[in-house]
């Protein structure tokens, strides 16, 4: 059977390059970076290098670099351990709606603790910010604005650089500085991430949405940021994550970041092209429609809702013909609840019960686009005919 993973905004492949630099950093170049011996050095070496191929691809200096497991550790690092290092009777924080769980989740858990007060900005239907609304709430105990750089779900790119251009202004005026984290896991691949153009004082992300392993991420700390670690032990990365660094997959993300930076633009016009075909494609079937910003989006992603279908079910019959996708966070774990992005975008519920995401990479072909829309109106039009009057 043909084989076509359009989910890569799940995760994706390791790319070979990447697996090859790993590969010395198992058995042969194993050695704990913290010993003084040649082994030890060697690692050392390899963490240090990788740490630059990050900085420079940031913008930002080596030693404003950790490395975690995942972006949702990176997460969990810059909320908590900022909240805890400003150890306010109560913070506030300023989340977007639309944020990945591993933002709202970690609020929600500082709320809990009573240790944080969260204020939700609502997005319009598209699922963007309004920079005005960000000024709007800020207040003197204001003390981080977290905003998703790209939507995972939809795509969508907040206005990154104008709120940080807003908290910069804002910060002038004030004693207790307001921090700017954003979640850039599914934009690192294809924007701009340069940390001062954007006005972050830090930034997420994960290694295994670019081509590097699961189980690295990279927290982007500006030097000056107060921040408690939350995993006690070591003095591994600046003693801000405590744990033996794991070597290979540090090296393994450093190449992957070298591969972004040497093929952004081309894989950039690629996927725009590819995406907009299979978007116009599939907006053919009656009753679809696009989610997310129509332009203002990421390259690789491309969502609808689909009328009189629930999403879980397209998934099954697609993968039936060897056709990975995946239907947003619409129905998490078969609770068929609504996806909470599409939801504060205003879609109505029995319409983001039918969400669709599919979502390329750098190697998807113009013919799996051709075999994944050939595909999709026969599932519609069967799930359809099978569905309850009134769905
Ligand atoms: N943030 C966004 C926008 C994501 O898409 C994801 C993963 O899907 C995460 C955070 C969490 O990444 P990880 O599971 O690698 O920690």
Redesign the pocket.
């Known amino acids: 059977m043909k084989k076509v993973y359009l989910d890569n ?2 995760t994706t492949p390791v790319d070979p390059e990447v697996f090859k630099a790993m590969k010395p950093y198992y058995s042969l170049k194993f050695g704990n970076a913290s010993e003084p011996h040649f082994w030890g050095q060697e690692a050392r070496k390899a963490i240090d290098q990788a740490r630059d191929q990050v900085a420079r691809f940031l913008g930002c200096k080596s030693g404003e670099i950790i490395f975690t497991s ?4 990176s ?1 969990n690092l810059a909320h908590k351990g900022l909240v805890e290092a400003l150890s306010r009777p109560k913070a506030h924080i300023i989340i977007s709606s639309v944020e ?1 769980k ?2 709202l989740e970690t609020c929600k858990h500082l709320e809990k603790l009573g240790m944080a007060k969260v204020t939700y900005l609502p997005v319009d239907k598209y699922g963007l910010v309004k920079v005005a609304d960000v000024e709007k709430v800020i207040k003197p105990e204001t003390v981080l604005v977290s905003v ?1 750089y ?3 779900e939809v795509g969508t790119i907040e206005p990154i650089e104008e709120i940080g251009g807003l908290i910069k202004k804002i910060n002038k005026t004030r004693r207790q500085k307001v921090f700017f984290h954003t ?1 850039a ?2 934009g690192i691949q294809y924007l701009d991430c340069y940390v001062d153009k954007l006005g972050v004082d830090l930034l ?1 992300f ?1 290694g ?2 670019i081509y590097a392993p ?1 189980g690295i ?1 990279v927290l982007y700390l500006r030097k000056g940021t107060p921040l408690i670690r939350q995993q006690d032990g070591g003095w591994q990365e600046y003693r801000l994550r405590a744990g033996t660094e794991n070597v290979p997959y540090i090296v393994g993300l450093g190449k992957a970041i070298e591969l972004v930076v040497k093929n952004q633009k081309l894989v950039v016009k690629r996927l725009s092209d590819l995406r907009d075909k299979l978007v116009k494609e599939v907006l053919q079937i009656p009753g679809t429609k696009l989610t997310g910003h129509p332009t203002q989006k990421a390259p690789h992603i491309a969502s609808f809702v689909v009328k009189g279908v629930e999403g879980e079910a397209v998934l099954l019959h697609l993968s039936d013909k060897g056709i990975a996708a995946s239907s947003g966070s619409a129905c998490t774990s078969g609770l068929l609840k609504p996806s909470h992005v599409l939801t504060a975008m205003g879609i109505p519920v029995h319409l983001s019960h039918g969400s669709l995401r599919f979502s390329l990479s750098k190697s998807t072909t113009e013919q799996e686009i051709d075999y994944a829309v050939k595909v999709l109106p026969a599932i519609i039009k069967k799930l359809r005919k099978m569905a309850p009057k009134g769905v």
Do not use: R
Not at 70 to 73: G, K, L, Q
């Open positions: 905004a799940a995942c972006a949702t550790e997460i990945h591993a933002v998703m790209a939507n995972n979640d896991t599914q997420s994960s295994h949405k699961k991420g």
